[in-house]
């Protein structure tokens, strides 16, 4: 399995970085079926998930960010879940923070982040990945200048090197909630807004980054009506944290020895993978280590 899906990766970002500057790289063709705008680089890499499952002959079903569940050949024993680029915006931009975002699960009723067996974070720009698997002891890491993983010891937020989401989340909100936490690490430590979950769940991996928070979901199950805050800079739609989103980073931080949880501090297993609702969308608090978590949990600002 890690050779199919090293190979998926690397012929999607072969096909994107061939399109990245494209002028119809950046027109938004449309939104995902979770809502999110879908930009001319997406159908490229869409397509060439597609392609490779066709071209590998090997009976799957594939979950992907714009063409939900898709099924090649009878009775498919596997899941894959893809985000054919987490951080499209990076990726047209031709910046670094965008990843192709691949986990595996067995085909079931009702398969859960739990449930993932093997996941994939490859960086865009460079081909660099992290992989790994059920029943290996660690995570592979290849393409890397340095040892890794190789997680931060940081504890104290004003010293933190950490990233936050905004695509969804209505900015005032988010400084709401901390705010006095950027306030206090963006001189000492260091503030960073990636637009791609996996490439700052993938940071921590690397030792660039000790933290990163998206927790637009936890303030609304905190407070439902701030719906339509939600709606109005989510093209109507609630813009949370799918589970393409984070499948694969949840199951290679985790195998990293990295805390990483859900806004209330509980874990993010039970996640379905193919189910794109509101109730189904998570938040995330994910740290390199035990002390720093808690003290993301303790010092942000919850509503309730």
Same mark, same amino acid.
């Given at each position: ?46 397509? $060439? #998930?597609?392609? %490779?499952?066709? !071209?590998?002959? =090997? &009976? ?5 960010? /714009?063409?939900?569940?898709? +099924? ?65 002891? $660690? #995570?592979?890491? %290849?393409?890397? !200048?340095?040892? =890794? &993983? ?5 504890? /104290?937020?004003?010293?933190? +090197? ?45 030792g660039q980054l000790d933290a990163y928070v998206d927790i637009g979901n936890r ?18 739609? =609630? ?11 949840? +199951? ?53």
């Amino acid at each position: 399995m890690k050779d199919y899906v090293v190979q998926l990766a690397s012929s999607v970002r072969d096909e994107v970085l061939a399109a990245q500057n494209r002028l119809d790289s950046r027109l938004v063709r449309g939104h995902s079926p979770g809502g999110d705008a879908q930009f001319g680089l997406d159908d490229v890499a869409e397509a $060439a #998930v597609w392609k %490779h499952v066709v !071209d590998g002959g =090997v &009976p799957v079903a594939v979950y992907s960010e /714009d063409r939900g569940l898709q +099924f090649h050949g009878a009775a498919p024993e596997y899941l894959l879940v893809v985000d054919p680029i987490d951080g499209t915006r990076p990726a047209v931009a031709g910046l670094e923070s965008a990843t192709v975002s691949v986990a595996v699960a067995r085909m079931s009723d009702r398969p859960r982040i739990a449930d993932v067996e093997h996941a994939l974070l490859m960086e865009m720009r460079t081909g660099a990945y992290l992989y790994g698997e059920r029943g290996a002891d $660690a #995570v592979t890491a %290849h393409g890397y !200048d340095r040892p =890794v &993983p190789s997680l931060t010891t940081t504890t /104290d937020l004003s010293r933190m +090197f950490w990233s936050l989401e905004f695509n969804g989340h209505p900015a005032r909100l988010m400084t709401d909630a901390y705010g006095h936490v950027i306030d206090c690490s963006a001189n000492t430590g260091g503030v960073f807004v990636f637009n791609s979950a996996t490439y700052s769940i993938s940071r921590l991996l690397t030792g660039q980054l000790d933290a990163y928070v998206d927790i637009g979901n936890r303030l609304l199950r905190d407070d439902p009506g701030l719906l339509p805050e939600f709606e109005r800079v989510g093209n109507g739609r =609630v813009l949370h944290l799918f589970p393409y989103d984070i499948a694969a980073a949840v +199951f290679l931080a985790e195998k990293a020895g990295a805390v990483i949880t859900d806004g209330y501090g509980e874990p993010l297993g039970n996640t379905a993978l193919t189910d794109l609702s509101v109730d189904n969308q998570r938040s995330c608090v994910a740290a390199s280590n035990p002390e720093l978590h808690k003290a993301l949990l303790e010092g942000i600002r919850w509503r309730a």
